[in-house]
């Protein structure tokens, strides 16, 4: 059984730079979630998407966007980063309705 | 005010001790409740999860739910050293939405 997977692993970017990461989720799932965590809190929700649509946003930035395709796959694109978005980017996948959400590995990204 | 609050230690304990780690939440209608552990530098694991009031209880650990009070907890028995982690909780409301909160999470270390 496949589980969240992400890529890449590590990423490091320069200020105003912008970054695509990518996530396919658990076999079965069909919801996706993405969160930032930054170094000692915990993971803060950004969005989620289901049915190829954004259906809910933290309190985030609109640099921060996303897309999932027909295979239940997502990205997660920021624009203009900061110094401040470095940070771990965890995707997280579900089933629509669905309690338990699952964590992929993560995406480490360095913006220097 | 914090949505999901956590001491944050570090929590250390003897190896084959019980470890407990507490969480408070301030949305009264919370429906889910979830355990996660992080080990440094890798993704939160979902070790449990809690919707009604009382004990849940799978292997070594045990979850326990208060809703009146808004405190749910996490006790590890027969604590080992592979149990040393960030514990992370996080609550979600289905009524507002599938977005977890999580606190910032509680160190566990296990003295061999």
């Known amino acids: 059984d496949a589980g969240v997977t992400q890529s890449p692993t590590h990423l490091i970017k320069t200020r105003g730079q912008q970054v695509t990461l990518r996530c396919s989720p658990k076999?079965?799932?069909?919801?996706v979630s993405w969160y930032q965590q930054a170094l000692g809190q915990g993971p803060q929700f950004i969005f989620q998407?289901?049915?190829?649509?954004?259906?809910q946003r933290g309190n985030f930035p609109d640099r921060f966007s996303g897309h999932q395709f027909p295979n239940y796959s997502s990205e997660l694109n920021v624009n203009a980063l900061l110094l401040g978005d470095s940070a771990l980017y965890l995707c997280?996948?579900?089933?629509?309705?669905?309690?338990?959400?699952?964590f992929g590995p993560g995406t480490r990204l360095t913006v220097t | 005010q914090k949505e999901v609050e956590q001491n944050s230690g570090p929590l250390s304990v003897p190896e084959g001790a019980i470890a407990s780690l507490n969480c408070t939440y301030s949305?009264?209608?919370?429906?889910?409740f979830f355990w996660y552990r992080q080990y440094s530098g890798k993704s939160p694991e979902l070790i449990m999860f809690?919707?009604?009031?009382g004990d849940k209880e799978d292997g070594r650990f045990t979850a326990q739910l208060n809703k009146a009070s808004q405190y749910v907890s996490l006790l590890i028995r027969d604590s080992q050293p592979s149990d040393s982690a960030t514990y992370l909780c996080?609550?979600?409301?289905?009524?507002?939405?599938?977005?977890?909160?999580f606190g910032t999470g509680t160190s566990l270390t296990v003295i061999p």
């Open positions: 996080a609550v979600n409301n289905l009524n507002t939405g599938n977005q977890f909160y």
């Open positions: 809690i919707y009604s009031n």
């Open positions: 997280a996948s579900s089933l629509v309705g669905g309690r338990e959400q699952y």
């Open positions: 949305d009264r209608g919370s429906q889910s």
């Open positions: 076999s079965g799932h069909d919801t």
């Open positions: 998407y289901y049915e190829e649509e954004e259906r």
